[in-house]
């Protein structure tokens, strides 16, 4: 652990908050899972382009000509962040779930599409209008390929099929098989898109070595805030599908009919999805988070991590009425993003705590992945815990849990905090 790198400069490392028992102590920020803190390096990259900031391939200005120039450069950076294919397009959206949303909007027409039941609500429910297959979770990486496996092998009749799936889980930080996952997807004849959003902060995503035909992922989790996310992959589906939103800049060209309608030819590069004015700075404070990353080095940035899930479990283990949640055990290979129950507390208190007496912010509720959780915590699929609702009575199974999560910018010091608060 001596070799461990140094975290990575964020913002908001110094600010300090108040404490019920008196002064201030600086903010733990341990819900990278939610949202990571952007990094200075993005940060100062923002500021230095702000200056210079005008509307994209709209202006004729020479402003407007450079923030076209790098809104299309921020492309390419992401293609070659995610090791795209050259053939595929990259797509800006606003999150994940938009991401997700214009692809369900895109299927072909009977399309089916199966999905695991522990994926988070923006994976799980965009495919609603089409036929889906929900998927028992597994108990292990192997089991996962096995019931994909067969129940693509089931399905009939053979037409277009899409399979979904979270490379890490917000909820056990578990990585899941995408590559096992994509080969099976595609001997049946299906595609696979990747939710990439807790995996793409922390490991290197490939989509050639992946082989997935789509990757989602959001930047305010990979270190980038400003409502900005990125859908990349396969040109053909989203090309035949109608915009995803009507309306200028996916429009090439419009005209009046004779019989006085309107007739739209739409663009077939991403524009097509991209309609309004984008965001240019969204876009921009992506491609700089995916060069700063790919800068640090993600075996270094990967090494730290491990240190910090050692730390954290390793200490966790000292708590007996501790519970870590898992589907996958132990040994799983996992990212830094660790939920757990504690025997005799409710989740909400206990979350409330650790802000209020040690500065600490961690998340607690069902994740926005309530199958998931219920599944995890033995409680009833019906029960009524939510986000935010209230717990379980004493004595009673714990309704919510808590989550940590933490990654490149996490400094030693916070998650050593959280273990001893939790002690
Ligand atoms: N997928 C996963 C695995 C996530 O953790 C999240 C965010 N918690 C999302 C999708 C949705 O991301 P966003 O809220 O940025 O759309």
Do not use: M
């Given at each position: 652990d001596?070799?461990?790198?140094?975290p990575?400069?964020?913002?908001g490392?110094?600010?300090?908050?108040p404490?019920?028992?008196?002064?201030?102590?600086?903010?733990?920020?341990?819900?990278?899972a939610?949202?990571?803190?952007?990094?200075?390096?993005?940060?100062?990259?923002?500021?230095?382009?702000?200056p210079?900031?005008?509307?994209?391939?709209?202006?004729?200005?020479?402003?407007?000509?450079?923030?076209?120039d790098?809104?299309?450069?921020?492309?390419?950076?992401v293609?070659?962040?995610?090791?795209?294919?050259?053939?595929?397009q990259?797509?800006?959206?606003?999150s994940?779930?938009?991401?997700?949303?214009?692809?369900a909007a895109?299927?072909?027409?009977d399309?089916?599409?199966?999905?695991?039941e522990?994926e988070?609500?923006?994976?799980?429910?965009?495919?609603?209008?089409?036929?889906?297959?929900?998927?028992?979770?597994?108990s292990?990486?192997?089991?996962?390929v096995?019931?994909?496996?067969?129940a693509?092998?089931?399905?009939?009749?053979y037409?277009?099929?899409?399979v979904?799936?979270?490379?890490?889980?917000?909820?056990?930080?578990e990585?899941?098989p995408?590559?096992?996952?994509?080969?099976?997807?595609?001997?049946h004849?299906?595609?696979?898109?990747?939710?990439a959003?807790q995996?793409a902060?922390?490991?290197?995503?490939?989509v050639?070595?992946?082989?997935?035909?789509w990757v989602?992922?959001?930047?305010?989790?990979?270190?980038?805030?400003?409502?900005s996310?990125?859908?990349a992959?396969?040109?053909?589906?989203?090309?035949q599908?109608?915009?995803?939103?009507?309306?200028?800049?996916?429009?090439?060209k419009?005209?009046?009919?004779?019989?006085?309608?309107?007739?739209v030819?739409?663009?077939?590069?991403a524009a097509?999805h991209?309609a309004?004015?984008?965001?240019v700075?969204?876009?921009?404070?992506?491609?700089?988070?995916?060069k700063?990353?790919?800068?640090?080095?993600?075996?270094?940035?990967?090494?730290?991590e491990?240190?910090?899930?050692?730390?954290?479990?390793?200490?966790?283990?000292?708590v007996?009425?501790v519970?870590?949640l898992?589907l996958?055990?132990?040994?799983?290979?996992?990212?830094g993003v660790?939920?757990?129950v504690?025997e005799?507390w409710?989740?909400?208190?206990?979350?409330?705590?650790l802000?209020?007496?040690?500065g600490i912010?961690?998340?607690d509720?069902?994740?926005c992945?309530?199958?998931?959780?219920?599944?995890?915590?033995?409680?009833?699929?019906?029960?009524q815990?939510?986000?935010?609702?209230?717990?379980?009575?004493?004595?009673?199974?714990s309704?919510?849990?808590i989550?940590?999560?933490f990654?490149a910018?996490?400094?030693?010091?916070?998650?050593?905090?959280?273990?001893?608060?939790?002690?």
């Amino acid at each position: 652990d001596q070799s461990v790198c140094a975290p990575l400069p964020v913002l908001g490392r110094g600010v300090t908050v108040p404490l019920v028992t008196g002064g201030d102590v600086t903010y733990a920020a341990l819900d990278y899972a939610a949202s990571a803190p952007a990094l200075q390096r993005v940060w100062d990259d923002v500021a230095a382009y702000a200056p210079y900031y005008g509307s994209v391939h709209r202006g004729a200005g020479y402003l407007s000509q450079l923030s076209t120039d790098l809104f299309e450069n921020a492309r390419r950076t992401v293609a070659e962040f995610l090791d795209c294919r050259d053939t595929d397009q990259v797509v800006f959206t606003r999150s994940t779930t938009d991401s997700l949303n214009l692809l369900a909007a895109a299927l072909p027409a009977d399309c089916q599409v199966f999905v695991f039941e522990t994926e988070h609500h923006a994976s799980l429910l965009p495919w609603r209008a089409a036929q889906v297959t929900y998927l028992d979770a597994p108990s292990s990486p192997g089991q996962a390929v096995e019931t994909l496996e067969r129940a693509l092998a089931d399905r009939a009749p053979y037409g277009p099929a899409l399979v979904c799936v979270t490379g890490a889980s917000n909820v056990t930080g578990e990585l899941w098989p995408v590559q096992e996952l994509a080969a099976a997807a595609h001997v049946h004849g299906a595609r696979i898109v990747l939710d990439a959003a807790q995996l793409a902060p922390h490991h290197p995503v490939s989509v050639k070595d992946l082989d997935v035909d789509w990757v989602a992922f959001s930047g305010h989790k990979l270190y980038a805030p400003f409502g900005s996310g990125v859908l990349a992959g396969r040109a053909d589906w989203l090309r035949q599908a109608e915009p995803y939103l009507a309306g200028g800049g996916a429009s090439r060209k419009v005209t009046r009919r004779t019989d006085g309608g309107v007739d739209v030819e739409w663009h077939d590069t991403a524009a097509r999805h991209e309609a309004g004015s984008p965001n240019v700075i969204g876009a921009y404070a992506i491609a700089s988070a995916c060069k700063a990353l790919t800068e640090a080095g993600f075996d270094t940035l990967v090494a730290r991590e491990q240190h910090l899930i050692r730390k954290v479990r390793e200490g966790l283990a000292d708590v007996p009425e501790v519970r870590i949640l898992s589907l996958f055990g132990d040994d799983a290979a996992r990212v830094g993003v660790i939920s757990f129950v504690v025997e005799g507390w409710n989740s909400s208190h206990f979350a409330a705590a650790l802000s209020a007496e040690y500065g600490i912010g961690v998340r607690d509720g069902l994740f926005c992945a309530h199958p998931l959780v219920r599944t995890l915590l033995g409680s009833d699929p019906q029960t009524q815990g939510e986000c935010g609702a209230p717990e379980a009575a004493p004595g009673e199974k714990s309704l919510n849990a808590i989550r940590v999560s933490f990654g490149a910018g996490t400094p030693d010091e916070h998650v050593e905090r959280f273990v001893n608060a939790v002690k």
